[in-house]
Nanobody, 120 residues
């Protein structure tokens, strides 16, 4: 059974750096054709795509967040990371880790999400 588990600090101060972890079980992060995505949802808003790391290590980011976001992975730990710097209150959201085949539109697997609040 494939499971994604996000974790993070919960509360972050403005201008600080956010570090989130997505640990995968039941599946390898380097399995052919899969991509691991960070998606967030702010209060009262829809889902916002943050960025992705594909099975081959290539990364892509939302143009709105590209200057502040960085996605990486640790193959040995089967873990994907999201770092976002210069946090603002509008970055407050539930952050999700999700996975899908690169040639499909729908996500196969979702984590339960982790709340991030940016506040002083």
């Amino acid at each position: 059974q494939v499971q994604l588990q996000e974790s993070g600090p919960g509360l972050v101060k403005p201008s600080q750096t956010l570090s989130l972890t997505c640990t995968l079980s039941g599946h390898s992060i380097i399995i052919q054709d899969y991509a691991w995505t960070w998606i967030r949802q702010s209060p009262g808003k829809g889902l916002e795509w943050v960025g992705v790391i594909a099975y081959d290590g290539s990364t892509y980011y939302s143009p709105a967040l590209k200057s502040r976001a960085s996605i990486s992975r640790d193959n040995a730990k089967n873990t994907v990371y999201l770092q976002m710097n210069s946090l603002k209150p509008e970055d407050t959201a539930v952050y999700y880790c999700a996975a899908k085949l690169i040639y499909k539109a729908d996500y196969d697997y979702w984590g339960q999400g982790t709340q991030v609040t940016v506040s002083s």
